[in-house]
């Protein structure tokens, strides 16, 4: 079972996904961070000195200055700010991994059509040989 095991996570497949699964973790992180510590602050100085990241409201009475303060007083809130970062977080990945298989197809090799090794008799359109000077199946002239 053991020798199975190891045929199974040896196989090319099994690597490459877990090396794509690897990559794409750490390509998270820094879309992540350029979203929250770049692009957001930005966006957010632009508007007006808006923290998308404490933009919320709570779902229970009192006033909280920030997301982690209403949580840490254990009231319900809609974080709408973290979910916008979200969004352009999640929009930016695909966005990239868009670029990502496009480029990798268009240099992804055309394959060459198969030689042509029969032609269409004249006469029966049976295939025959390209070098046919007779159809076999009408004996008719190539």
Do not use: H, W
Request: charged share 20%; hydrophobic share 50%; aromatic share 10%.
């Amino acid at each position: 079972m053991l020798k199975e095991f190891r045929e199974f996570a040896m196989r090319g497949n099994v690597v490459d996904l877990a090396v794509g699964v690897i990559i794409g973790a750490a390509f998270g992180k820094i879309t992540t961070s350029l979203v929250n510590d770049v692009i957001m602050p930005l966006i957010g100085v632009l508007l007006g000195k808006v923290d998308f990241s404490n933009l919320f409201f709570t779902l229970s009475d009192g006033s909280f200055t920030s997301v982690k303060a209403a949580r840490d007083a254990g009231v319900p809130v809609v974080a709408y700010g973290m979910f916008i970062n979200t969004i352009i977080d999640f929009t930016i990945v695909a966005f990239a991994v868009f670029i990502i298989v496009k480029q990798m197809n268009r240099l992804k090799a055309a394959e060459k059509p198969a030689a042509v090794t029969e032609k269409e008799c004249t006469d029966c359109t049976s295939m025959i040989p390209l070098k046919a000077k007779k159809c076999k199946f009408c004996g008719s002239a190539q």
